[in-house]
């Protein structure tokens, strides 16, 4: 057995080189592809100036709904809304609180919010949760259109966030503005600057900040649908009505659990116009130096290994196996590249874990080369040669896109966390093939999978209720 043990690591990296080495190559022109495409047209984060974010500000607010789902979320729920409250720079903005009847500490804490502030409204779903995102949206946007007669309101904007939010002071006021031409706009989802220890929260820095400074600026500038990241996003109000009468009166797909990615990526289907809202300022400290200030939605991410990989499962089954067979393929030929790029997770995923893996038996057996019994090893060795310039290309646009936001030296360990992403990302893979294969052969419903969610310390905590003037 002790033989058979490297000699099996051996025949599993001669047999697999190749192979993967050939997917390699193919997913790094891809990501070569976005480069490309940044450097042909010039894209990357708006700055705004002085001027430019003084006209905003003077723009008259569009009355504004924020809708919050919560299940089991009283650890955090309060401490989200009076953070948030305080600190946005917006006054005609209310809050709506979905809740369960069947979570009571969670209602408590909501009920406590609504008698608190004169913007909070609670609404209770009709069923025993959990059930989805999108049906507890859903119930949030119905009751929002009721209340309207009943406090002689109309809303012009729809605003989905989570319990675990820290919304932008400006971002209500860029969504404002940005509602007078498009139907959805989209403002980054970045990280908050967590431990260099913590390697699994880490990965998400670096996924984040790469997607929402590279891809995503690549789909607004050719005039795609954006697909929506469940938080920071406002929808207008012919958006919201034109889906719900559409699909029955509801406003998401209750049945997915990436509600929010098909809401984005259907606005093109219906004729209506997406933008990522991709702005930062130049802020001058006290010493004189400038600082940079994303206007971005931040939050923690999980950061034991298990949770990310859970939450990973439900990003990959609800894009990749659930976008697929709901949305189908649809739109221009650039939009389909788009769509192949938003499902090609599974196998991606896949692809680098299993690279990961490959390199390292290889490294520590000394097997990189042993493809020569094969009969290509002058074919292998140029291919790998071409695959470690292509991702050391795409590891110099990430960690410039860490670096924007986080600085250097959280952009230095940027390509030491890779391997770790991969790997979670390909057992969140294997994990959502495994929950899509049983779901479609049982039928079971769709229910929400619980995060555990936290802020930051003393966030919304210290303060004092506001008082009515």
Known sequence: ?????????????????????????????????????????????????????????????????????????AGVLSQMVRGNINLLNYEHVDFYLGVYPNDPYTVQEALALQNEFKNVYVVTNSQPGPTTKGQMINELVKSVFTNESNIRKTYQGFVIHDSEDLINSHSLKIMSWLLNEYDLIQIPVFSLPVSSKNWVAGTYIDEFAEAHTRDLLVRSHLKLPIPSAGVGTALSRKLVQKYRSENGGGLLNGDTVTEDYELGVSTGKYGLKSFFACYFLRNES????????????????????????????????????????????????????????????????????????????????????????????????????????????????????????????????????????????????????????????????????????????????????????
């Open 1 to 73: 057995m002790l033989h058979f043990f490297p000699e099996f690591l051996d025949t599993f990296v001669k047999f697999s080189l190749l192979p993967l080495s050939l997917l390699f190559f193919i997913f790094g022109i891809d990501d070569l592809i976005i480069s490309i495409l940044l450097w042909w047209y010039n894209l990357t984060p708006s700055r705004l100036s002085r001027e430019e974010f003084l006209y905003i500000y003077e723009q008259p607010e569009k009355p504004l709904a924020i809708l919050v789902a919560a299940w089991k979320e």
């Open 286 to 469: 006290t010493s004189g130096s400038q600082k940079t200030e994303f206007i971005a939605t931040r939050e923690y991410f999980p950061k034991a290994w298990n949770r990310s990989v859970r939450q990973k499962t439900r990003w990959v089954l609800g894009v990749a196996l659930q976008g697929w067979s709901n949305l189908g393929w649809s739109g221009n030929l650039a939009n389909r590249y788009f769509l192949y790029r938003d499902r090609k997770g599974p196998i991606s995923n896949l692809v680098s874990g299993l690279g990961v893996l490959v390199f390292g038996i290889s490294i520590i057996r000394g097997t990189l080369t042993s493809s020569s019994s094969m009969g290509y090893e002058n074919f292998i060795l140029p291919l790998l040669s071409i695959n470690l310039a292509l991702m050391i290309l795409r590891m110099v646009g990430r960690f410039r896109s860490v670096y924007w936001i986080y600085g250097l030296k959280t952009a230095l360990l940027s390509p030491l966390r890779f391997p770790i992403a991969s790997i979670i990302n390909a057992l969140a893979s294997v994990r959502a093939i495994g929950q899509y294969i049983r779901g479609r052969s049982s039928n079971r419903p769709i229910q929400w999978v619980k995060t555990e969610h936290e802020l930051p310390d003393g966030f919304g905590l210290k303060l004092k209720p506001k008082v009515e003037q």
